[in-house]
């Protein structure tokens, strides 16, 4: 497979998983707080999961899967090269939680993003895309 598809496919599929994370993070936050495990947590964590936000936080999840099996397929990339790549998730989660919610970002997350995304770039630059011996 062409390396542009599989970037294409594992772009939509962090998108994806980004965009869940950030649904199930609205969903919950029109629960009632879930308390300490017990014996009624389990029928309040049902609850949640079967609210739209969550439900489709879970739906995005299953589906950004199905793209990343694309990704780690034999014709697509290696599974150490292609998994950091999924570090733009936390990127893309810090971003859209910042404008969406309104979360404060602290210079020190903000440079932790800065040393993640010059690791990607090491990765993307000098890592092996196959899963060839060198």
Do not use: D, N
């Amino acid at each position: 497979m062409r390396p542009w598809i599989v970037a294409l496919f594992l772009l939509i599929a962090i998108s994806l998983g980004a965009f869940g994370q950030v649904s199930l993070k609205h969903g919950m936050s029109k629960q009632q707080a879930l308390g300490r495990p017990g014996l009624g947590f389990v029928p309040k964590i049902v609850r949640a999961v079967f609210t739209p936000y969550v439900f489709l936080g879970f739906v995005l999840y299953a589906v950004s899967s199905m793209f990343w099996l694309v990704v780690i397929s034999p014709s697509g990339w290696a599974l150490s090269y292609a998994y950091p790549m999924v570090a733009l998730s936390y990127v893309a989660v810090v971003l859209l939680s910042r404008v969406l919610f309104k979360e404060a970002v602290t210079p020190l997350q903000w440079l932790g993003i800065l040393l993640m995304c010059s690791g990607l770039a090491l990765v993307a630059r000098f890592g092996a895309s196959t899963g060839a011996v060198r």
